[in-house]
Nanobody, 129 residues
């Protein structure tokens, strides 16, 4: 079994920063990729950032490039999403997720939602003045 515990969400003013954390437990050794996704009210879930754990490459959706940074602390089995220069349109529930090591690299790069097998419970991020 795999479990994620997400934290770090909250209310922040435009231009502010938050750091999301995602602590994984259980059978994490077979992860091939991890990702951060978000879902705003009335919208479909979308990929924000992903990392292919096999080569360390990190990918970002265009709307967050230069503002968000994804990282992983392997010793702590924890992933992070540092979010700077937040905008109201970043408001959403943010989820971390993991894909197994048989997942094609292209699917990790493209943040293909259906390729992710394990999901966190989500944490709310609200950007508002």
């Amino acid at each position: 079994q795999v479990q994620f515990v997400e934290s770090g969400g909250g209310l922040v003013q435009p231009g502010g920063s938050l750091r999301l954390s995602c602590a994984a437990s259980g059978l994490t050794s077979h992860f091939g990729g991890i990702g951060w996704f978000r879902q705003a009210p009335g919208k479909e879930r979308e990929g924000v950032s992903s990392m292919d754990l096999r080569d360390g490459k990190i990918y970002y959706v265009d709307s967050v490039k230069g503002r968000f940074t994804m990282s992983v602390d392997n010793a702590k089995n924890t992933g992070y999403l540092q979010m700077n220069s937040l905008k109201p349109e970043d408001t959403a529930v943010y989820y971390c997720a993991a894909a197994n090591d048989a997942t094609p690299r292209l699917y990790i790069a493209n943040m293909r939602i259906r390729s992710y097998d394990y999901w966190g419970q989500g944490t709310q991020v609200t950007v508002s003045s």
